[in-house]
């Protein structure tokens, strides 16, 4: 039973955690994947193995990393291997479950754009791409966020392949792991699935206060919806309690997420004090 209300960001932040099985091999990207991971290692995912493209594995997330190779993480982390090794022994022997991905651009078979505006050199450069090709191709399933990105009919450029021209084009091409592709997609509007057959994104849940129509007006092609349109999963206290002791800031307003963390902070040495 929830007591407590809950910001827009942890919907979508515990949406994320839920999508963390138990034992799952899961990498992530710096911010809310972090976020997410942390939550859900403290709530119904003790057992998953996180980890980051630049070797740190097998870490519980204590305060939020400042880049992929912040020694921070490495406090209770099982070991560090080299970057060599978490694109070859690990991503593509096939170890890696889940791939947290964020999205600049999308098509609607799940094939992102994180690198150009438009055609390279000339367009503005979005950010990299980092190790999201690597991922999205061997990883068992992919997790995407997309919180200031676009749905696009055509990609300017393609960054990480999904479902390439949908169907059974990204199996018959032999180049990826077996299964493997984008699972889901998670807006600060809805929830996005691929159809098993097509593999062409539908809508599967709706945000909190948002219409079919206004998912809509963002996407240049005719989004399909699901016939049993759900809704963003409620968030228990536990969940809630562990992301805001986290990371009041991915919670609240500035001057509000400074007053949490030096309560947590007060809190955590009371405790100390009486042990």
Known sequence: MLSKKVTREELLVVAAARQINNGDVCILGVGMPIIAGAVAKKTHAPEAVLMMESGICDFEPRVMPMHVADASATRGYSYATDLFSVFATIT????????????????????????????????????????????YAYAKKSILTMRGGAFVEKL???????????????????????????????T?????????ETKEMYLDA????????????????????????????VPNDDEIAALREFSPRASFPS????????ENFKRKMAGSKRN
């Open 92 to 135: 593509h022997a096939g170890y890696l479950d889940k791939a947290f991905l964020g999205v600049g651009q999308i098509d609607k078979f799940g094939n992102i754009n994180t690198s150009y505006l438009g055609m390279p050199p000339d367009s503005p450069r979005i950010s990299a791409a980092g190790g999201a090709p690597e991922f």
């Open 156 to 186: 300017p450029y393609l960054t990480s392949p999904g479902y390439l021209g949908g169907g059974n084009e990204r199996e018959a091409s032999g180049r990826y792991t077996p299964g493997s592709g984008p699972a889901i997609l998670l």
């Open 188 to 196: 600060p509007k809805g929830i996005f699935k691929f159809h098993e």
């Open 206 to 233: 709706l945000f909190p206060g948002v219409s079919v129509e206004r998912v809509k007006a963002d996407i240049p092609w005719d989004l399909k919806v699901s016939d049993n349109l759900g809704a963003f999963p």
């Open 255 to 262: 001057p509000v997420a400074v007053q949490l963390v030096f």
